[in-house]
């Protein structure tokens, strides 16, 4: 069972930075890959960001170059640091986790957080 908390959401303006970190519970949290998706109103929920046990790293496209996933196996967390953010990039940003990174990036995944607000405004 692993459970998943996430933190560092708020209210910035565009082209602002803000960075999510999620913090995993559970002895082989470690073990699993983590990412990010988010929701914005009346969407659905889309992939934004993943990195395996060993670090190897995916994005969704609309947010290569801006976004960098990153993860402290020691602490069991993974953080999402958000750079020149978009008012599209406003939305609900949820952590999950799954064994599998492949389940973790086309879904559904394993376990999920409850969900932290990003509100980027023009």
């Known amino acids: 069972q692993v459970q998943l908390v996430e933190s560092g959401g708020g209210l910035v303006q565009a082209g602002d930075s803000l960075k999510l970190s999620c913090a995993a519970s559970?002895?082989?949290?470690?073990?699993?890959?983590m990412g990010w998706f988010r929701q914005a109103p009346g969407k659905q929920r889309e992939f934004v960001a993943a990195i395996s046990s060993y670090g190897i790293t995916n994005y969704a496209d609309a947010v290569k170059g801006r976004f960098t996933i990153s993860r402290d196996n020691a602490k069991n967390t993974v953080n999402l640091q958000m750079n020149s953010l978009k008012p599209e990039d406003t939305a609900v940003y949820y952590c999950?986790?799954?064994?599998?990174?492949?389940?973790?990036?086309?879904?559904?995944?394993?376990?999920w957080g409850q969900g932290t607000q990003v509100t980027v405004s023009s």
């Open positions: 999950a986790a799954d064994l599998s990174l492949r389940t973790l990036r086309n879904g559904p995944a394993q376990y």
């Open positions: 559970g002895r082989t949290a470690s073990s699993y890959a």
